[in-house]
């Protein structure tokens, strides 16, 4: 029998994308259009609840108006048998959460561009007065063709929205991507975007998120009060420019952000066209923002009013900030000549005070030694004695994490006052490489960590695609440095979540078809007669109802075909016994009335009747 499966006679559904906290996605066929397209279905508890519905459509209205080549199309909206639907753009690719959890921290070029796009669609979205609210990897699609498109708006809420879908004080998003308003339960506004923007360049760059935990409260807390590890200190191969473009976004208070996501955008744009990023201050009403600066020697820096528009692509954008016309310049010779001068007499200067063996100067300080004191107490007595501090950080197996190794230049010596004296603060043990086990069997893994000198901390969680006893993850990362006798965390999976069936006796395929496809359960339809239950509704189900099953297991469903439709035998030159037992045999109730019109063999051999007839 075909399953009847277009949503308002239009949209043919094909098969099931993903599934939300609040809907399903399928892949579907616009009968009328012809296209391929996504269709995003209401999950059916929510359908009768007014606030679900009403927030539904706002997320189509909203996004609807959002027409960018970073964006996510939105076609249409629709409601057919209390089953609410928006038809979406179809995009081919992945989702950059997909790809960080296969590939891990992507390079720092790559990661910035796929900020700087999202940083475009933000920054239209955000002149339309729509805020995302939920911006994270899973929410970010990389199509074939390399396009960046952002996509789910589902909790967004126009800033005029006169009814308040979600009131002051409620926590929406995702937790690790929370700006800290939102986790405090404030309003958020479009820094709080800029914000989860950070998150995820920072997710990119380093392979894990700047906050994990073990429950979203605790993941929460840290976006209020706890400060993210530099990037650096996670991969080294990150740009120091591209790591403070992501800690400004990261910033507590969100007037030390970005204030928009175009100033994000075009720091973005800068590391990536090779020039120093601005990376914006905090925000001084009562002062004009300070002169543009640039350097002679590199690629002019731009001012904020020359950002390409957020609807250029990026590589258009670099084309159009590197473009303008110079003419040449004899700066740099002249710079170049009076360097060299500079540094011959300097080179003469210090070659006249050694072979004269001189005194030192009477600035001199002698550096104390600052071994085994904590990073901030060095740093202060250093400061104390007038000289300039710059850290630096080094593996060690004698000195605690946080405390000073030593200095350069070493302790006892003099350097003049105001002079860089480098600390050497302690990084711990020298790190080891942590085995990469995630998809490994358990055991196995355990057997790997534990005999690569680390703890092994075991948890389980259902995943519904990762086999039962198999590793689905792992902090830190495989690949990653970490010191010995650390503890790494492993996540094992308990299998997909059981499934408890339905009783579908009595419902329309149709209603079937969507509930199991909803439940990720594959409906195997078949037909059978049933006295009582009309045709294209269902009998029953093997299995029965109440039985535990996992998502991806069939459902055979059997839908009524009515009656089973008999011949009335020949009853002509039978007596009315002969009749009556013969019928009854065949689920027939033969009644005998008298007439006065002779019975022909004509008039009872044509008779069909189905069971229960009378005859």
């Known amino acids: 029998m075909e399953q009847r499966r277009a949503l308002a006679n239009r949209y043919e559904l094909q098969s099931h994308i993903a599934r939300g906290g609040m809907a399903d996605v399928f892949e579907a066929r616009d009968l009328q259009l012809n296209r391929r397209v996504a269709v995003k279905i209401l999950h ?15 997320e189509a209205q909203a996004a609807a108006n959002l027409s960018h080549p970073n964006i996510v199309a939105i076609y249409d909206w629709g409601e057919d048998e209390q089953t609410y639907f928006i038809v979406m753009e179809l995009v081919q690719g992945r989702s950059l959460r997909d790809v960080l959890k296969s590939e891990g921290a992507l390079l720092p070029r790559r990661a910035a561009e796929i900020a700087a796009e999202v940083g475009s669609a933000l920054e239209v979205a955000h002149r339309n007065r729509v805020i995302h609210r939920d911006n994270k990897p899973g929410n970010i699609l990389l199509a074939s063709d390399g396009t960046v498109k952002v996509t789910d708006f589902g909790i967004a809420r126009a800033w005029d929205d006169s009814q308040e879908l979600t009131k002051t004080g409620s926590v929406i998003g995702t937790a690790t991507y929370f700006s800290p308003e939102q986790a405090k339960g404030e309003v958020a506004d479009v820094r709080s975007d800029i914000y989860s923007l950070g998150v995820v360049l920072y997710e990119m760059l380093a392979g894990k998120p700047p906050y994990t935990g073990e429950t979203s409260v605790s993941v929460a807390y840290q976006h209020v009060s706890a400060v993210p590890p530099p990037i650096s200190q996670i991969n080294s191969d990150v740009p120091i420019e591209l790591e403070r473009i992501a800690m400004r976004a990261l910033e507590k208070d969100p007037d030390r952000r970005y204030q928009t996501a175009n100033d994000m955008r075009r720091d973005l744009l800068l590391f990536l066209q090779g020039a ?8 001084e009403p009562a002062t004009p923002p300070p002169p543009v600066p640039t350097d002679a020697s590199s690629t002019r820096i731009i001012a904020p009013g020359e950002v390409p528009p957020p609807t250029v692509s990026p590589d258009e ?3 159009q900030m590197t473009a303008e016309e110079r003419g040449p310049s004899q700066i740099p010779f002249i710079a170049t000549a009076i360097g060299l001068v500079i540094a011959l007499l300097i080179g003469i200067f210090v070659l006249f005070q050694n072979i004269s063996g001189g005194p030192a100067a009477s600035g001199d300080v002698e550096i104390p030694d600052l071994a085994g004191q904590l990073e901030a107490d060095a740093r202060l007595e250093l400061q104390t004695l007038g000289f300039r501090v710059t850290p630096r950080s080094e593996a060690s197996d004698t000195f605690e994490v946080g405390t000073v190794i030593g200095t350069d230049p070493a302790a006892f010596e003099t350097a003049e006052e105001g002079a860089f004296v480098v600390l050497i603060v302690s990084a711990g043990q020298t790190p080891k490489r942590v085995p990469l086990v995630e998809g490994s069997a358990a055991d196995r893994a355990i057997e790997q960590l534990e005999g690569q000198g680390f703890e092994v901390d075991l948890r389980t969680e259902r995943d519904n695609d990762v086999e039962e006893g198999t590793v689905i993850r792992q902090d830190p990362l495989g690949s990653s440095d970490a010191a010995e006798g650390s503890t790494v965390i492993i996540w094992v999976s308990e299998g997909p979540e059981s499934i408890i069936l339905e009783n579908y006796t009595g419902r329309s395929e149709r209603d079937v078809t969507f509930s199991l496809g909803q439940l990720q359960l594959v409906p195997e339809f078949l037909t059978e007669n049933h006295d009582e239950i009309a045709v294209g509704f269902v009998i029953r189900t093997e299995p029965a109802p109440g039985e535990l099953l996992a998502p991806g297991d069939t459902v055979k469903v059997y839908v009524s075909d009515g009656p089973e439709l008999v011949i009335v035998p020949n009853f002509f030159s039978k007596t009315a016994a002969e009749a009556q037992s013969e019928g009854a045999d065949l689920g027939l109730e033969v009644r005998i009335a008298p007439t006065r019109q002779p019975v022909t063999e004509e008039n ?8 229960k007839s009378v005859v």
């Open 44 to 58: 059916q508890q929510f359908s009768t609840d007014e606030t679900f519905v009403a927030r539904f459509r706002k």
């Open 276 to 283: 120093t990023p601005l990376v914006a201050p905090e925000p």
């Open 317 to 319: 954008a670099y084309r």
């Open 604 to 611: 009872l051999n044509d008779r069909v009747s189905d069971r």
